[in-house]
């Protein structure tokens, strides 16, 4: 899973659309992470067809997407993978 796929899924444990996703993002992220319109809208593309989250509302002027089962269980098990990452950091505090 890539890091904007992630920060999407975060953002959507509640449904949202375009311009909320980008700047949840941003404010989950506290500033690290400003992404674009392009890579927002090509992430979403991708996951929809992947199934991890899904079109909930349409109004011709917004599309709000909300996260699936698999999605919730793929950004639990890219959670876990990250704490493990982590922790195997420790060999770089081993000798400080």
Sequence with gaps: ????MYYVLL????PSHGYKIMSDITEISKGRINMGPGTLYGVLS???????????EDDGRRKTYLITKDG??????EYSRLKAV??????????D
Excluded: F
Aim: hydrophobic share 35%; glycine share 8%; charged share 35%.
């Design 1 to 4: 899973m890539t890091e904007a």
């Design 11 to 14: 953002t959507l444990k509640n």
């Design 46 to 56: 991708r996951m929809e067809k992947d199934g991890l989250i899904s079109l909930s």
């Design 72 to 77: 919730e269980e793929a950004l639990k098990n």
């Design 86 to 95: 982590v922790r195997d950091g420790y060999i770089l505090e081993e000798g």
